[in-house]
Protein backbone atom coordinates (compact mmCIF):
# COMPACT_ATOMS: atom_id res chain seq x y z
CA UNK A 1 0.00 0.00 0.00
CA UNK A 2 1.30 3.23 -1.25
CA UNK A 3 1.76 6.56 1.62
CA UNK A 4 -1.35 8.16 -0.35
CA UNK A 5 -3.88 5.36 0.42
CA UNK A 6 -2.21 4.64 4.11
CA UNK A 7 -2.87 8.42 4.94
CA UNK A 8 -6.42 7.72 3.83
CA UNK A 9 -7.20 4.89 6.38
CA UNK A 10 -5.44 6.58 9.49
CA UNK A 11 -7.87 8.51 12.21
CA UNK A 12 -8.56 12.08 11.07
CA UNK A 13 -6.08 14.46 12.83
CA UNK A 14 -8.51 17.80 12.19
CA UNK A 15 -9.30 18.27 15.61
CA UNK A 16 -5.09 18.64 15.97
CA UNK A 17 -2.94 21.65 15.94
CA UNK A 18 0.32 19.44 16.44
CA UNK A 19 1.57 16.76 17.97
CA UNK A 20 5.09 17.23 20.32
CA UNK A 21 7.65 14.43 20.69
CA UNK A 22 8.97 14.29 24.34
CA UNK A 23 12.19 13.11 25.54
CA UNK A 24 12.76 11.19 28.27
CA UNK A 25 13.52 13.93 30.20
CA UNK A 26 9.77 15.28 28.75
CA UNK A 27 11.44 18.03 27.07
CA UNK A 28 9.93 18.90 23.46
CA UNK A 29 12.33 17.20 20.77
CA UNK A 30 10.10 17.87 17.73
CA UNK A 31 7.11 19.09 17.17
CA UNK A 32 4.79 18.02 13.89
CA UNK A 33 2.10 20.63 12.99
CA UNK A 34 -0.90 20.05 11.21
CA UNK A 35 -0.21 22.07 8.07
CA UNK A 36 0.99 20.83 3.94
CA UNK A 37 4.05 19.25 4.01
CA UNK A 38 3.27 18.04 7.92
CA UNK A 39 0.23 16.33 8.19
CA UNK A 40 1.12 13.22 6.86
CA UNK A 41 3.70 12.96 9.25
CA UNK A 42 1.13 13.90 11.87
CA UNK A 43 -0.98 11.45 11.74
CA UNK A 44 1.43 8.70 10.78
CA UNK A 45 2.65 9.76 14.57
CA UNK A 46 -1.08 10.45 16.22
CA UNK A 47 -1.90 6.74 15.30
CA UNK A 48 1.18 5.32 16.05
CA UNK A 49 0.88 6.80 19.78
CA UNK A 50 -2.71 5.76 19.63
CA UNK A 51 -1.54 2.45 18.89
CA UNK A 52 1.29 1.98 21.54
CA UNK A 53 -0.16 3.38 24.39
CA UNK A 54 0.57 7.35 23.92
CA UNK A 55 4.44 6.54 23.14
CA UNK A 56 7.07 6.08 19.91
CA UNK A 57 8.25 2.46 20.72
CA UNK A 58 10.88 1.13 18.40
CA UNK A 59 8.11 -1.57 17.36
CA UNK A 60 5.80 2.04 16.95
CA UNK A 61 8.83 3.20 14.67
CA UNK A 62 8.69 0.22 12.77
CA UNK A 63 5.47 -0.01 11.68
CA UNK A 64 5.92 3.91 10.77
CA UNK A 65 8.16 3.28 7.95
CA UNK A 66 5.92 0.64 6.97
CA UNK A 67 3.19 2.95 6.49
CA UNK A 68 5.33 6.06 4.94
CA UNK A 69 5.96 3.20 2.33
CA UNK A 70 7.81 4.89 -0.81
CA UNK A 71 8.99 7.43 1.00
CA UNK A 72 10.59 5.25 3.52
CA UNK A 73 13.01 4.11 0.86
CA UNK A 74 13.71 7.62 -0.60
CA UNK A 75 14.66 8.64 3.41
CA UNK A 76 17.25 5.79 3.66
CA UNK A 77 18.46 7.21 0.08
CA UNK A 78 18.33 10.61 1.13
CA UNK A 79 19.41 10.98 4.27
CA UNK A 80 17.93 14.79 5.49
CA UNK A 81 15.22 14.83 3.08
CA UNK A 82 12.25 13.25 5.41
CA UNK A 83 13.26 14.20 9.00
CA UNK A 84 10.52 12.68 10.40
CA UNK A 85 11.58 9.33 8.86
CA UNK A 86 14.66 9.68 9.78
CA UNK A 87 13.76 9.94 13.41
CA UNK A 88 11.59 6.50 12.76
CA UNK A 89 14.35 5.17 11.58
CA UNK A 90 16.69 5.57 14.09
CA UNK A 91 14.41 4.77 16.75
CA UNK A 92 13.14 1.77 15.17
CA UNK A 93 16.88 0.53 15.86
CA UNK A 94 17.31 1.59 19.85
CA UNK A 95 15.33 0.87 22.36
CA UNK A 96 14.17 4.13 23.70
CA UNK A 97 10.57 5.22 24.31
CA UNK A 98 9.28 8.08 23.46
CA UNK A 99 6.20 10.50 24.64
CA UNK A 100 3.86 12.16 22.45
CA UNK A 101 1.53 15.36 23.40
CA UNK A 102 -1.38 16.37 21.50
CA UNK A 103 -2.15 20.25 20.87
CA UNK A 104 -5.25 21.14 19.78
CA UNK A 105 -6.57 23.11 17.59
Do not use: C
Not at 2 to 24: D, E, I, T, W
Amino acid sequence: MNFASRLQQLPSVAHLAALQVLGADGQVIATLENKPGQAGSLAVYHALAALYGGTITPAAATLGLEWYAEHTEDARAHPGKHPNIDRLLAWAQGSERFGVRLVAA
